[in-house]
């Protein structure tokens, strides 16, 4: 079964690509890693857009400046050099929870695949997000496992994106099934009392990616859970 592109809706996944990026803060700097999936096209223009934000936001501190030209170079050579690669997209669905013929698909387990990449967005695993995770697979799903989450967590580079992902799954799961997982994500995010702007955006993508149209729409799939 050959899956579409989630940028552009029309070509069919053909490779995957990671670009390292650099953001200064002025007094301190983040450094990260991100990662694309889809045709070539897209993931071209997806690796440029990235080293286009990097070009305005990268130098704001003093090691941000010595860094961001590295970053810079790297990602327009590899732009350049984005090609199929059927065995990373395959890799990173098998890591996703979606098996070749797309179907029988185990919710639980995409759970934790969505989970994983939101974890490590940035490239990063924070121990602590890392336990409120699993604290709330636990009260949200009665098979939730740590130690399965664990190891999709350990393999997390071979994840989609999490806005990615969530598109493809959009296209599989069922409306209580989304719902389910979307509610994870989202009280993942607010763990910590509030849910930051960036993160507000990504979970309005990530919903918007799985087919979830509304907040009634959503609520009347959770619903469906109880029934």
Request: with cysteine; aromatic share 8%; glycine share 8%.
């Amino acid at each position: 079964m050959s899956h579409v592109c989630p940028y552009c809706h029309e070509r069919d996944l053909e490779t995957v690509a990671s670009v390292p990026y650099v953001r200064g803060l002025v007094v301190a700097y983040t450094v990260g890693v991100k990662k694309f999936m889809g045709c070539r096209r897209c993931v071209r223009r997806a690796i440029y857009k990235e080293v286009g934000k990097s070009s305005v936001l990268g130098w704001f501190s003093i090691t941000a400046a010595v860094i961001n030209p590295v970053m810079l170079t790297y990602g327009a050579v590899r732009g350049l050099f984005v090609r199929p690669n059927p065995q990373a997209v395959r890799r990173a669905l098998d890591q996703a929870g979606i098996p070749e013929d797309g179907m029988h698909i185990d919710p639980l387990r995409v759970a934790y695949g969505l989970a994983a990449a939101m974890i490590a967005a940035d490239g990063k695993l924070q121990d602590e997000e890392v336990s409120v995770a699993i604290e709330i697979g636990r009260q949200l799903f009665t098979d939730f496992s740590a130690d399965d989450f664990f190891r999709v967590l350990k393999n997390h580079k071979d994840l989609p994106g999490v806005e990615e992902l969530a598109y493809l799954l959009g296209q599989i799961l069922e409306d209580n099934e989304k719902a389910l997982i979307y509610q994870y994500l989202a009280e993942i995010a607010a763990s910590d009392g509030e849910v930051a702007d960036e993160e507000q955006e990504m979970l309005e993508r990530v919903r918007s990616n799985l087919g979830i149209r509304d907040q009634a729409a959503m609520s009347m799939a959770r619903r469906q859970l109880s029934v």
